[in-house]
């Protein structure tokens, strides 16, 4: 976590596994953006990983110790943040981009990706449902069929896949994408602070309420499924790394 120019640069740093994250991250993360938010001197935040892999998405086993209730899911509060956050939101992607690591880029406004970069949103492989409200805003984004494809299918999107979805702004060398996000986030800094929020404000209130709403129907869906046979099956078998039998469920 550094502030630099203006810029806050929020960096996912647990390479052993690859970027996962923890419980104890999201509540670093949420508190990060709350002070970001009223911070003056912050103009622009970036969310960035490694060149070889932006995150895995949540650290399971680190989920399943402490999965929060509802509303009180770190995850949760997060994801609330994300959708909150008033001034803008850059993300630089190289590598996987593993569940919540994709769905948060839905809250960005700018994504710049490595050429490397795969984005991907197994839920019904776990047995779950999406959330971050990407059940609302990948078949906006996307159309019903790509999104049919990512969300049920769970198939992976390459960079010029996300690139033509409307994910990603702009495709880049691996060891590029960081340097050109800087530089973006710190153009959108260098820009009248007003003009700023009132904009990303104009730009997205017409969808907020529909994406809060729609991150707390997914939560509470979540909830119960994480508790069901399916998921209790899909994450044991990911955990001990073999393949999982939903033949009777």
Same mark, same amino acid.
């Given at each position: ?173 691996? =060891? #590029? ?7 973006? /986030?710190?153009? %959108?800094?260098? !820009? &009248?602070?007003? +003009? ?30 994480? =508790? #069901? ?7 044991? /078998?990911?955990? %001990?790394?073999? !393949? &999982?039998?939903? +033949?009777?469920?």
């Amino acid at each position: 976590m550094r502030t630099e120019g203006g810029v806050l640069t929020l960096t996912f740093s647990r390479l052993e596994r690859k970027n996962s994250i923890t419980a104890g991250m999201y509540h670093e993360l949420t508190a990060a953006m709350a002070r970001a938010d009223g911070d003056l001197a912050v103009r622009a935040v970036v969310l960035e990983g490694h060149e070889s892999v932006f995150t895995a998405g949540n650290d399971l086993g680190d989920f399943l110790k402490e999965p929060g209730d509802g509303e009180h899911s770190p995850a949760f509060a997060f994801m609330r943040a994300l959708a909150k956050f008033p001034k803008p939101l850059i993300a630089a992607v190289c590598g996987p981009a593993i569940g919540i690591g994709m769905t948060m880029l839905l809250h960005c406004d700018l994504v710049y990706a490595g050429d490397n970069a795969l984005f991907s949103m197994p839920f019904v492989d776990l047995g779950l449902c999406p959330e971050a409200a990407s059940s609302l805003l990948v078949p906006r984004m996307f159309g019903h069929h790509r999104a049919a494809a990512a969300l049920l299918l769970g198939e992976p999107l390459n960079a010029q896949a996300a690139l033509e979805a409307g994910l990603v702004n702009k495709i880049l060398p691996a =060891g #590029e994408v960081s340097t050109f996000a800087q530089q973006q /986030a710190r153009k %959108a800094a260098s !820009k &009248p602070m007003a +003009s700023l929020l009132e904009t990303k404000r104009l730009m997205k209130c017409s969808e907020e309420a529909d994406v809060l709403r729609r991150i707390d129907d997914e939560i509470t869906s979540f909830r119960r499924m994480l =508790g #069901e046979p399916a998921a209790k099956e899909a994450i044991g /078998a990911f955990l %001990a790394r073999r !393949k &999982p039998d939903f +033949s009777k469920m």
